[in-house]
């Protein structure tokens, strides 16, 4: 096995991230690559709807204007070869413009481009497709703002192969930044389905920068210096294993439990996440301290991927309109709650009397009042709260009526009522994600570089991933003896004492990863989190639901569980009214679950 090291840094986790992630990598990263990723499902229909406006446009501005044109002559001295999915909807305007700030710079790059994911002109291949989750056919093509497929790392290969210095995609899977060099620096095939894993679970951990080096960490007191937080270097083996780190000097932290956190976030089952290289199993995972700000991860495994690639679909459907109220004062809250209902009380006689109906969604939360726990709100006694309001209707001349009345409450109904402060809310589509599966052998990536464009085959497994390949770990041990706590004096504890926890949204789901501070605690922390005691706990956040469910996964590797929440997010995203649509503060909420646990491990 090969000593090589490649050294990749994570620049970018969505688009929005810090501009100060690439020069801190580019200047004390000493990097063999740079990756930064800006794509998500909500950021697609955004990149569609600008392009409307803008045929030139539906990229990554932040990246050319923020990343390229700032650092392009340090990523040329050092050479530096730049990954990124940039390219959004329309790659080819993105190396435009790319090419155009490098010769104003007396510089040259070859430059190569990943297309064929966008659908958007080929919708007939998807006519017969059902979604994912809910089995529900293809939505109405005039409605569609984007259909992009999640390519893998293979075309990425391929243009590294051609003597790219920096290959822009549309919609890969984010791991693939990662994977995709390494495939090619370590010569992996295709069915070292193990490295393939490896190599993909790095990209997991550095595709949301700043989230594995601290951001978002349950204990964040323990994080020096947010400011200048520093962003995660992978150091990769040929084995598949690699260390995260970060740049010297740098604020943040990298310990076992803020990369641990980072592999379980928008994970749902732990043992077949599945990619279109590999399908990754992390049950069995090490994590080790190996210096300081040093993580290894190792014992990642690896099947055969499922021959198929995931399409996401956005889509219209309907219109909705936020707005906000303040109120300040005694019993705030319930003033608050019951202006919103007055406000939407007149609105809807007001469209009766247009021969309009009703909002087909509505939802009133008093943000200050921990409107997001439900019934386990512990502050309705609060004397001041921004009261969110959303509504939703298939037609825009209804949010027309609720913006004209939304501020009248401020002489007319609750005092204490300021108003105003943010002007008045605007309307936007109701955007909804549907996601589906098509046969990977029916599409086949194309690379373009130097003028020249080629398709890349991409290699069929010998033999297909299916569930019935996994072999779940055996947690028989992990049980908590009746007679062994009868015996012991016992504590009721809030989880957050024992435990560490990262929520993420996937689709309408969202999951919750909860990591053991000891691995003593894990069998008390399994018996309080069960599946139905999860999913009454957080009742309120399943309202609507088709069919709410919790699933329960183990990694005893990571002394860790993963919980997966479904059709618990009011729709997710951009289509839903709630406050928390990607699912960032479930962790947070779960934290407070009140577990009993021995007095000698607390």
């Known amino acids: 096995m090969s000593d090589k090291i490649v050294r990749i840094g994570g620049a970018g986790g969505f688009l929005g991230d810090s501009s100060v992630a690439a020069p801190q990598l580019i200047s004390g ?6 990756i930064l990723d800006y794509l998500a499902e909500a950021t697609m229909p955004m990149l569609a709807m600008m392009q409307k406006g803008r045929p030139e446009g539906g990229y990554a501005r932040d990246f050319t204007e923020w990343v390229w044109k700032d650092n392009i002559r340090e990523i040329k001295r050092q050479s530096i070869k730049v990954v990124t999915n940039a390219g959004g909807l329309n790659p080819r305007a993105c190396r435009a413009r790319m090419e155009a700030l490098a010769a104003e710079a007396g510089l040259s790059f070859n430059i190569a481009i990943v297309e064929g994911d966008d659908l958007r002109g080929d919708l007939g291949r998807l006519a017969d497709v059902r979604e994912m989750v809910s089995g529900d056919g293809f939505p109405a093509p005039d409605a569609v703002l984007n259909a992009s497929v999640y390519f893998g790392a293979d075309p990425i290969v391929a243009a590294l192969r051609a003597g790219a210095d920096v290959v822009i995609t549309g919609r890969v899977v984010d791991s693939a930044l990662v994977l995709a060099p390494l495939m090619y620096e370590f010569g992996w095939k295709a069915s070292d389905y193990d490295q393939l894993a490896g190599g993909s679970l790095a990209g997991h951990v ?81 994590l080790e301290q190996v210096g300081e700000q040093r993580v290894r991860v190792s014992q990642t495994k690896g ?26 004062g005694r019993d705030a809250a319930r003033k608050a709650e019951r202006q919103a209902d007055a406000v939407i009380e007149r609105v809807e006689e007001m469209l009766r009397n247009r021969n309009l109906p009703p909002f087909r969604a509505k939802r009133i939360e008093a943000l200050g009042a921990e409107a997001t ?22 037609d825009p001349a209804a949010m027309e009526v609720f913006m004209r009345e939304i501020d009248s409450p401020t002489t007319s109904m609750s005092p204490g009522s300021t108003g105003w402060f943010a002007g008045r809310p605007t309307i936007s589509p109701v955007i909804r994600v549907y996601s589906c599966l098509i046969d990977r052998t029916t599409l086949s990536p194309k690379v373009d570089l130097a003028g020249q464009t080629f398709e890349v085959a991409v290699a069929e497994p ?43 949204d996937k689709g309408d789901s969202f999951n919750v990863g909860v990591i053991a501070r000891k691995p003593e605690l894990l069998p008390y922390i399994r018996a309080a989190l069960s599946e139905e005691a999860v999913l009454g706990f957080l009742a309120h956040e399943f309202e609507g639901g088709r069919k709410p469910s919790v699933a329960r996964f183990d990694l005893p590797g990571m002394t860790a569980i993963n919980l997966l929440c479904q059709n618990a997010l009011g729709g ?10 990607l699912a960032k503060g479930k962790a947070q909420q779960l934290l407070e679950f009140p577990v009993r646990v021995p007095v000698r491990l607390v």
């Open 29 to 34: 990263g000493r990097l063999d690559y740079l």
């Open 206 to 286: 550095i595709e949301c920068g700043a989230q594995a080096t601290g951001g978002l960490f349950t204990d964040w007191e323990s994080v020096p210096d947010w400011a200048h937080i520093g962003y995660p270097i992978v150091e990769c083996a040929a084995d598949g294993s690699f260390i995260v780190t970060k740049p010297e000097g740098t604020g943040g932290l990298v310990t076992c439990a803020t990369v641990g956190e980072q592999i379980l976030y928008e994970v749902g089952d732990p043992q077949a996440y599945m990619l279109p290289d590999v399908v990754c199993d992390f049950a069995g995972l090490k």
């Open 303 to 328: 099947r055969a991927p499922s021959g198929f690639y995931k399409v996401s679909v956005t889509h219209a459907d309907g219109w909705r309109c936020l707005a906000a109220m303040p109120v300040v």
């Open 373 to 394: 726990y439900g019934a386990n709100s512990r502050a309705r006694d609060v004397r001041e709260v921004v009261c969110k309001i959303g509504v939703e209707h298939d």
């Open 462 to 504: 010998a033999r297909r991933f299916t569930p019935d390949q996994i072999e779940r770990p055996d947690v028989s041990a992990l049980g908590v003896s009746p007679s062994a706590a009868n015996d012991e004096e016992m504590v009721e504890v809030d989880l957050i004492d024992i435990a560490w926890a990262r929520s993420g």
């Open 572 to 581: 997710g995203q951009l289509a839903t009214l709630r406050l928390d649509a």
